[in-house]
């Protein structure tokens, strides 16, 4: 069925029929449409959806055989290279010529039996990935090439040949779960086709501390001091623990291909991580499709006084739990390191202060907290709602959200002779998910078995515990900014194809010209 879709070019506004087709997703027996909007210009699909890639491949295939690398044995190479933007595609086919030459001048990449510029040696990655990746995960990398079948015959005598190179680097960037599966094995160490959770975990280990590296060395910090952060290398462990323990392993403890398939369909991370893995390890810049963000921006934190009890991965795993819009900035209200343990200090810092990440960290060593979505009001009653979670941190990196039972998902109450003096989430009074008395210092987590309101089992080492330390961070805009972020903003900006459709019936945009450009845009 032909269905009449809006389509924006860059220079025109206008409507064309579009098929809306479907696609098996991964093999899991789900379909979606195809992306709903086409380019006037190159009559194709955006190359960011998937299922648009399938449909972009085929109608480049059949509209421009001619480019073709040269010959039919090719044509594994060329299907990957049509999800990139003709102008891309140099840059990806020039990654083996630039690896090589980087290298030419190291001795030892000279030194193998391999014929020169042939293949890719793994003294080759490591000249280019050396400074930021250890030798233990560019092994992992180059074992993920030599594993793809280029459809080709290989040069003797080992190594990356250069079609290996572009179909990995293909998979990598913009695969599919299925596509990028084996990789994860090969990189795993898997055999046979098959590798045990452990060998996954390692494998997870060995990408989140590399990831972490990088972003230290291109300086993707984006204000956060991992110097003066928790503990990096247990968060790298903690982190990979949680994202293992997704998978589905067989009734024998071992995962295939189609294993790692599913869990690199419902496990996004994953693939984010090596996206940022090989396309900052391998230098490959693509302007269709930025690198992902994996930290928020954060805000004039006192880092001189500050002790934080938040590491890296911990951001990395918090930052897409937040619901959009507030995952922009983290700015500090309050910490026990700087403004000490009192309870009304944490009230009047966080108050009307808008929605907030809570940490607590007890003398037993575990860390927990929760995030709440409104600004804090004391009141007598329960606030919030289901966006708020609660989450534990160490020993175990877990979100837990809303589970419906009921709407207790904050309270906060101070100076009240019936009603409880302090902080909490979820489940009821005396038996919260979280409390943190008004009496500053002590705590409890009561779950039996589970909490209510949020299905998280006790948080804490005791279920009556003692505070070590506590910190909330305001996420997003604060509230007098969002506010006048808000008043500069009309309507039609928060739906642009509510303004194409505008335009199309010939009504004017009077307020175009006059409302002022926002900051950053000079």
Same mark, same amino acid.
């Given at each position: 069925?032909?269905?009449?879709?809006?389509?924006?070019?860059?220079?025109?506004?206008?409507?064309?029929?579009?098929?809306?087709?479907?696609?098996?997703?991964?093999?899991?027996?789900?379909?979606?449409?195809?992306?709903?909007?086409?380019?006037?210009?190159?009559?194709?699909?955006?190359?960011?959806?998937?299922?648009?890639?399938?449909?972009?491949?085929?109608?480049?295939?059949?509209?421009?055989? $001619?480019?073709?690398?040269?010959?039919?044995?090719?044509?594994?190479?060329?299907?990957?290279?049509?999800?990139?933007?003709?102008?891309?595609?140099?840059?990806?086919?020039?990654?083996?010529?630039?690896?090589?030459?980087?290298?030419?001048?190291?001795?030892?990449?000279?030194?193998?039996?391999?014929?020169?510029?042939?293949?890719?040696?793994?003294?080759?990655?490591?000249?280019?990935?050396?400074?930021?990746?250890?030798?233990?995960?560019?092994?992992?990398?180059?074992?993920?090439?030599?594993?793809?079948?280029?459809?080709?015959?290989?040069?003797?005598?080992?190594?990356?040949?250069?079609?290996?190179?572009?179909?990995?680097?293909?998979?990598?960037?913009?695969?599919?779960?299925?596509?990028?599966?084996?990789?994860?094995?090969?990189?795993?160490?898997?055999?046979?086709?098959?590798?045990?959770?452990?060998?996954?975990?390692?494998?997870?280990?060995?990408?989140?501390?590399?990831?972490?590296?990088?972003?230290? $060395?291109?300086?993707?910090?984006?204000?956060?001091?991992?110097?003066?952060?928790?503990?990096?290398?247990?968060?790298?462990?903690?982190?990979?623990?949680?994202?293992?323990?997704?998978?589905?392993?067989?009734?024998?403890?071992?995962?295939?291909?189609?294993?790692?398939?599913?869990?690199?369909?419902?496990?996004?991370?994953?693939?984010?991580?090596?996206?940022?893995?090989?396309?900052?390890?391998?230098?490959? #810049?693509?302007?269709?499709?930025?690198?992902?963000?994996?930290?928020?921006?954060?805000?004039?934190?006192?880092?001189?006084?500050?002790?934080?009890?938040?590491?890296?991965?911990?951001?990395?795993?918090?930052?897409?739990?937040?619901?959009?819009?507030?995952?922009?900035?983290?700015?500090?209200?309050?910490?026990?390191?700087?403004?000490?343990?009192?309870?009304?200090?944490?009230?009047?810092?966080?108050?009307?202060? #808008?929605?907030?990440?809570?940490?607590?960290?007890?003398?037993?060593?575990?860390?927990?907290?929760?995030?709440i979505s409104h600004s804090w009001e004391i009141k007598p009653q329960f606030q919030g709602d289901s966006r708020?979670?609660?989450?534990?941190?160490?020993?175990?990196? $877990?979100?837990?959200?809303?589970?419906?039972?009921n709407q207790h998902y904050m309270y906060l109450n101070q100076g009240q002779q019936t009603m409880p003096n302090?902080?909490?989430?979820?489940?009821?009074?005396?038996?919260? #998910?979280?409390?943190?008395?008004?009496?500053?210092?002590?705590?409890?987590?009561?779950?039996?078995?589970?909490?209510?309101?949020?299905?998280?089992?006790?948080?804490?080492?005791?279920?009556?515990?003692?505070?070590?330390?506590?910190?909330?961070?305001?996420?997003?805009?604060?509230?007098?900014?969002?506010?006048?972020?808000?008043?500069?903003?009309?309507?039609?900006?928060?739906?642009?194809?509510?303004?194409?459709?505008m335009e199309m019936t010939g009504k004017t945009l009077y307020s175009q010209g006059l409302r002022e450009p926002?900051?950053?845009?000079?």
């Open positions: 069925m032909l269905r009449w879709m809006f389509c924006l070019d860059w220079s025109s506004i206008f409507v064309r029929p579009v098929a809306v087709a479907q696609q098996q997703v991964f093999g899991l027996g789900q379909t979606r449409p195809v992306s709903s909007h086409i380019t006037g210009r190159q009559g194709i699909l955006p190359s960011g959806d998937i299922s648009a890639q399938r449909v972009n491949q085929d109608y480049m295939l059949r509209a421009s055989p $001619h480019r073709a690398m040269g010959n039919a044995e090719s044509a594994v190479v060329h299907k990957r290279l049509v999800r990139f933007r003709p102008h891309e595609r140099p840059v990806i086919e020039g990654v083996f010529d630039r690896l090589q030459s980087a290298s030419s001048s190291c001795s030892s990449a000279s030194s193998g039996k391999s014929p020169a510029g042939k293949v890719l040696l793994l003294d080759t990655l490591k000249v280019t990935m050396g400074k930021m990746i250890s030798d233990v995960m560019i092994s992992r990398v180059f074992e993920g090439m030599c594993s793809v079948d280029p459809g080709v015959s290989l040069p003797p005598g080992g190594g990356a040949s250069r079609e290996q190179l572009v179909i990995f680097l293909a998979d990598a960037l913009r695969g599919t779960a299925e596509e990028r599966a084996p990789l994860v094995m090969a990189m795993a160490h898997g055999t046979k086709g098959t590798a045990s959770p452990d060998q996954i975990r390692g494998f997870l280990e060995d990408l989140i501390a590399a990831v972490v590296q990088i972003l230290i $060395h291109r300086g993707r910090l984006r204000g956060w001091r991992p110097d003066r952060m928790g503990d990096g290398d247990q968060g790298v462990k903690v982190l990979a623990e949680q994202l293992s323990s997704e998978l589905k392993p067989s009734a024998q403890n071992t995962c295939d291909v189609a294993c790692l398939e599913d869990w690199l369909f419902r496990v996004s991370g994953v693939a984010t991580f090596l996206e940022l893995l090989i396309g900052e390890g391998l230098e490959v #810049g693509l302007t269709s499709c930025p690198l992902p963000i994996l930290l928020p921006q954060c805000r004039d934190a006192p880092w001189s006084e500050l002790r934080c009890l938040l590491d890296l991965p911990l951001l990395m795993f918090l930052s897409p739990q937040m619901p959009a819009g507030y995952r922009a900035q983290w700015r500090l209200l309050f910490s026990t390191n700087i403004h000490g343990e009192s309870f009304t200090r944490l009230v009047g810092n966080c108050k009307s202060g #808008g929605p907030t990440v809570l940490l607590v960290k007890d003398t037993k060593g575990h860390i927990f907290g929760g995030f708020c979670f609660l989450f534990s941190v160490f020993p175990s990196m $877990h979100i837990f959200t809303s589970t419906g039972y302090g902080l909490g989430m979820g489940g009821q009074h005396g038996y919260f #998910g979280l409390w943190l008395d008004y009496d500053f210092g002590r705590g409890h987590s009561r779950a039996r078995p589970r909490c209510t309101t949020y299905g998280s089992p006790q948080l804490s080492g005791d279920e009556d515990f003692t505070v070590d330390t506590v910190e909330v961070w305001g996420v997003g805009l604060p509230p007098e900014e969002q506010e006048q972020d808000e008043n500069k903003r009309s309507v039609l900006d928060m739906d642009p194809e509510v303004q194409a459709i926002d900051d950053d845009e000079g």
